[in-house]
């Protein structure tokens, strides 16, 4: 495929740091955590339909996605919890599409996602340790924390969120306590939060 001027159409994305993404063989080299907590932070979930003054974003997300996770396994490793803080790294290339979206695109969409999320978790020396099991468990912390954000902020009743997420079962002792009030924060903020949280775990990895 070319463009109109003979030229293959650009398939990179020119980040802030200064690096250049190939979109279509993203290099683990190319990938900076400045730029993805910049572009997280800046892309809304639930396409931007929220309650409060800012956009709950990615970042923030992706944040409560990993206490959950804590809240799963409690000795869960330092790597463990960076798989679940980078699950939706990608999104600071491709955006945040809602399930039903990704759905009607199918699995060229998924593919190329699973490509970006490979060099990812190649960049920070977590590739080792992304097993089946910990993917299932960041899906289980992952549909939790969406039922919590649907709920909150995205004007569900409970009853419809347990309909399409995972509510925690009561009595469950690892949630014994467990309180959320979800409001989004600045970008400025969740951006350093997001950050703050990397260099946290990755000093211990």
């Known amino acids: ?17 200064g690096r250049r993404l190939d979109l279509l063989n993203p290099l683990p080299s190319d990938i900076e955590i400045e730029d993805i907590a910049h572009g997280l932070a800046r892309v809304a979930r639930w396409n931007g339909q929220t309650v409060g ?19 799963l396994t409690p000795d869960a490793p330092r790597q463990w919890q960076m798989a679940a803080l980078l699950h939706d790294a990608p999104e600071y290339v ?3 599409l809602i399930s039903p979206f990704k759905a009607a695109i199918g699995m060229d969409y998924k ?4 490509r970006l999320l490979d060099a990812i978790h190649q960049r920070f020396l977590i590739s080792d340790v992304v097993s089946c099991e910990l993917t299932a468990l960041i899906k289980e912390a992952d549909t939790i924390a969406a039922y919590f954000e649907a709920v909150q902020l995205a004007g569900f ?7 399409f997420f995972l509510s925690p079962s009561r009595g469950d002792p690892r949630f014994e306590g467990f309180e959320v009030c979800l409001v ?12 703050n949280r990397f260099e946290l775990l990755m000093n211990e990895i």
């Not at 030229?7 to 994305?13: D, F, H, I, M």
């Not at 989004?184 to 950050?195: E, G, I």
């Open 53 to 71: 003054d800012h956009a709950y974003s990615v970042a923030e997300h992706s944040l409560f996605v990993t206490d959950i996770l804590l809240r």
């Open 157 to 163: 009743s409970q009853d419809e969120a347990q309909q």
């Open 1 to 17: 495929m070319t463009q109109e001027n003979g030229l293959a159409p650009r398939a990179w994305q020119r980040m802030l740091s």
């Open 94 to 96: 491709i955006g945040d």
């Open 111 to 114: 593919l190329f996602e699973g």
């Open 184 to 195: 989004a924060s600045s970008v400025k903020q969740s951006q350093q939060d997001f950050l």
